[in-house]
């Protein structure tokens, strides 16, 4: 996948990766084969139709070993003539949300 040129503070403290850290990532040995391939096909989307993304969930790991779901939404940057030139992403940790729809599902699970 393409290469990271800025992440903000919330998501590098999230990750425990650097601003710096980041231009060297990918994405790959952060998450499943499975979601690396969903991701691709919503950038593949986005710059196909030129339209942004529905927001969309995936896990990853950060830096610690520990889980995160994200939810992101991504858009086309284009230059003044209208050529693709990038995407931006725009996220926000789930994790916690997630957390709590398990524990909901496991009390219902216990009450049937």
Request: charged content about 30%.
């Amino acid at each position: 996948m393409g290469h990271i040129i800025f992440v903000n503070q919330a998501s590098q403290k999230r990750s425990g990766y650097t601003g710096e850290e980041f231009k060297t990532l990918t994405i790959e040995p952060y998450t499943s084969p499975e979601t690396v391939q969903n991701i691709r096909k919503k950038f593949t989307e986005v710059y196909r139709t030129g339209l942004p993304s529905e927001p969309f969930e995936y896990e990853i790991s950060a830096k610690d070993g520990e889980s995160h779901w994200i939810e992101m939404a991504i858009s086309l940057i284009k230059d003044q003539a209208g050529k693709p030139i990038g995407f931006r992403g725009v996220s926000r940790d789930m994790t916690e949300r997630k957390k709590r729809e398990a524990e909901t599902i496991h009390l219902t699970e216990q009450l049937n």
